[in-house]
């Protein structure tokens, strides 16, 4: 690992962990205030296709998203990534976001995935908007993953799609160190968005 490497990896951890200090409570009244901010956003009134994530390990909870999409009149299709090995994902829009549904199991992660066979494969050109995780992020749009990079192989092929990131203010950075495969976000939406 040479210097660069171990500077991103020492920043995720630190991130992680502010991340992680946050109370159930915190991370719930957050996570909806970063919802109600998306929700308020044009990127995401003016998309009809949206890939999202099903949160683990503190990440902001977009459940409220899905709520409110399911109680509209008119419906976002939502996708959500599926990881297939050698570092690349797909999207796939599943019949329910209800995990409990059969339509979802765990991946290799431990991550909800969406189950490929109950559900439709998104074409990453078909995608309005791309809502990413990150564990750190700075003013610049730079945004940290968890080091697999799927993200970063994934999004060059979203053509059409707005790529915006969620994460709590305790997330933020002075400067994430980038490589140069790192696609950065159009913006960041926290808690303090709204």
């Not at 920043?11 to 991370?27: D, M």
């Not at 019949?95 to 494969?121: H, M, N, Q, Y």
Request: glycine letters at 8%; hydrophobic letters at 40%.
């Amino acid at each position: 690992m040479n210097e660069h490497e171990a500077v991103r990896e020492l920043l995720r951890k630190e991130k992680i962990k502010a991340r992680n200090s946050l109370t159930p409570e915190q991370r719930s009244e957050r996570s909806a205030a970063i919802c109600r901010a998306l929700l308020a956003s044009e990127e995401y009134r003016r998309a009809k296709t949206v890939m999202l994530y099903k949160a683990v390990r503190g990440e902001v909870r977009l459940d409220l998203l899905e709520a409110e999409n399911a109680a509209a009149p008119e419906k976002k299709r939502f996708a959500y990534p599926l990881c297939v090995g050698d570092g690349k994902m797909l999207a796939v829009a599943p019949g329910s976001t209800d995990v409990g549904g059969g339509a979802w199991r765990r991946g290799a992660f431990g991550i909800w995935e969406p189950d490929p066979a109950r559900g439709a494969l998104v074409p990453p050109e078909a995608l309005d908007l791309v809502v990413c995780p990150c564990t750190a992020f700075d003013a610049d749009g730079r945004r940290l993953g968890m080091g697999g990079g799927y993200y970063d192989r994934f999004l060059p092929l979203c053509v059409h799609a707005h790529i915006l990131a969620v994460a709590f203010e305790a997330q933020r950075a002075e400067c994430v160190p980038a490589e140069a495969w790192d696609v950065p976000m159009r913006r960041v939406i926290t808690e303090e968005s709204g």
